[in-house]
């Protein structure tokens, strides 16, 4: 059974820093993703990693977040520095297959930076 599961979320003070985790289970993906959902808000990509490591950054997050992956350990990481309080969210981590052609959530972590 394939599994998502998120971890590092917290509360935060404007300019600090967390690292969010995905601890994936069942299976190897392909490309592998970081969204967050602020509240009243559509969900939005923040990052983008291949299986071979090729990164995307979307622009608020370019200089701040950093997105990698240990494939041996099936782990996705987000680092995220010098936070500020619209990056208030909840962040979930996405994963896509190719064969057969799929995607799966995780149940998401909360991220609140205050001010």
């Known amino acids: 059974q394939v599994q998502l599961v998120e971890s590092g979320g917290g509360l935060v003070q404007t300019g600090g820093s967390l690292r969010l985790s995905c601890a994936a289970s069942?299976?190897?993906?392909?490309?592998m993703d970081w969204y967050r959902q602020a509240p009243g808000k559509q969900r939005e990509l923040v990052a983008t990693?291949?299986?071979?490591?090729?990164?995307n950054v979307v622009d608020f997050a370019m200089g701040r977040f950093t997105i990698s992956r240990d494939n041996a350990k099936n782990m996705l990481y987000l680092q995220m520095n010098f936070l500020r309080p619209e990056d208030t969210a909840v962040y979930f981590c996405?994963?896509?297959?190719?064969?057969?052609?799929?995607?799966?959530w995780g149940q998401g972590t909360q991220v609140t930076v205050t001010s």
């Open positions: 996405h994963a896509e297959t190719m064969y057969p052609l799929r995607d799966y």
């Open positions: 069942g299976r190897e993906f392909d490309d």
């Open positions: 990693i291949t299986r071979g490591g090729t990164t």
